[in-house]
């Protein structure tokens, strides 16, 4: 099994804690016998996803938990005025005011292929994080980097600290002032590389824990949002996606180029899908929809009757979820390139709007956010689109599912 099968389904203290005692909260004191199978220190081990809806306020940064099993809500602090929030396995990170908010939703799950782990813990504030003019937050299960975009470098912390409660830095990786980013692969770091003007990425290259390249730069221009999929990390560049893969030590990099149906249309900024897929999504312009399935890298534009301002794949080939300017949800067959089911469910949503719905997909369900009216919907998406239940939210600005 590749690598980074391992970065993504796992915390690296909860692998540890499954295949031998003496790791990260045993310290070393207890015998083989007494330390149950996925133990870890704090947190409680649950026979079922403890699955919740993580909501903010975004102009006070106020933010709620909302438990999807029990449907009761827990503040989960106040941050002021948030610029993004970015969800890595167990924590959220809030940036907000200057600073990054590291937010324990006390809610994960540990995959180990032949089996899972479901745990549970105090939601609450682990710290903070204080970078310069600190930008995007990237992790991969083991570890998280806090890009500088004034300084030109990547705080980086481990989630064995964030686990016991510590926040500290680690490393650091080096580049150059930009609107960059740096991602943890594993003991190594995708560092992205400033163009000419000083401002946007032109490309990224692989570095060693020792800063040396081990991937040579790779084009990416006007790089702007990356996601994880089991086949590797995806790229968003202004000239289609960028593929990077590790495979026994040894990097790798592979442009999906748009197709030229993508002539006219703006750049993907952002690709969404449910945890663990390889099939990603993003709004096409005034068109419809991207559908970029990394296994076969392969984009397919798929048509809608009304521009979407929000999409996401559920990865099972058959469906992708649409939220279109009319307010109405969409699922479209990405093989068919047909509309298999249409729901009209928000209001017409205008584009001067501060904050747009967020569509969240799992195995079984999708979670449509709708600012307008602080709620958030559940969708049977196998079902027609049937709306499950409907929760009424202090706010859903932002919304995040965690727990998976």
């Not at 809806?53 to 827990?74: C, F, N, P, R, W």
């Not at 948030?82 to 994960?108: C, I, K, N, P, S």
């Not at 782990?117 to 990237?138: D, K, L, N, Q, R």
Request: aromatic share 4%.
């Amino acid at each position: 099994m590749p690598k980074l099968a391992t970065l993504l389904l796992g915390l690296p203290l909860l692998m540890t804690a499954c295949a031998a005692p003496g790791g990260a909260g045993d310290a070393g004191a207890a015998s083989p016998s007494a330390i149950p199978h996925g133990y870890i220190a704090g947190a409680q081990e649950q026979p079922e996803p403890q699955i919740g809806l993580l909501t903010v306020d975004q102009k006070s940064g106020t933010s709620h938990l909302l438990s999807l099993l029990t449907e009761a809500t827990v503040d989960t602090g106040a941050f002021g005025r948030v610029d993004a929030v970015e969800q890595e396995g167990r924590y959220a990170f809030v940036t907000a005011e200057g600073l990054v908010h590291v937010l324990d939703t006390g809610a994960w799950t540990v995959d180990h292929g032949d089996h899972k782990h479901y745990y549970s813990a105090e939601p609450g504030s682990v710290g903070t994080i204080s970078v310069p003019g600190a930008g995007a937050v990237a992790g991969d299960g083991m570890s998280v980097a806090v890009f500088s975009t004034s300084e030109g470098y990547a705080s980086v912390y481990r989630h064995e600290d964030l686990d016991a409660g510590i926040v500290a830095e680690k490393a650091r990786t080096t580049s150059t002032p930009h609107q960059g980013r740096v991602i943890p692969y594993g003991d190594h770091f995708i560092v992205s590389i400033a163009g000419q003007d000083g401002t946007a990425p032109m490309g990224i290259e692989v570095r060693d824990a020792d800063n040396q390249v081990v991937l040579p730069q790779q084009s990416c221009p006007g790089l702007s949002a990356h996601t994880w999929t089991r086949v590797g990390v995806v790229l968003s560049c202004a000239d289609g996606a960028l593929l990077v893969r590790e495979n026994d030590g040894a990097f790798a990099a592979e442009k999906i180029p748009y197709p030229a149906e993508a002539a006219g249309l703006p750049p993907v900024t952002k690709l969404e899908h449910r945890p663990g897929s390889n099939e990603l999504a993003a709004p096409a312009g005034e068109k419809g929809i991207w559908h970029l399935n990394v296994s076969k890298k392969t984009w397919t534009l798929l048509a809608t009757p009304v521009p979407v301002v929000a999409a996401s794949a559920v990865g099972d080939g058959k469906r992708v979820l649409a939220l279109g300017v009319d307010g109405s949800l969409m699922s479209v067959d990405p093989a068919k390139g047909t509309l298999s089911a249409r729901a009209q469910l928000l209001e017409p949503l205008p584009p001067t709007r501060d904050t747009m719905p967020q569509i969240r997909i799992d195995s079984s369900r999708a979670y449509l956010s709708d600012p307008g009216r602080s709620r958030a919907l559940e969708i049977d998406y196998k079902a027609d689109l049937r709306v499950a239940r409907t929760f009424d939210l202090p706010a859903s600005d932002i919304m995040l599912e965690v727990g998976l």
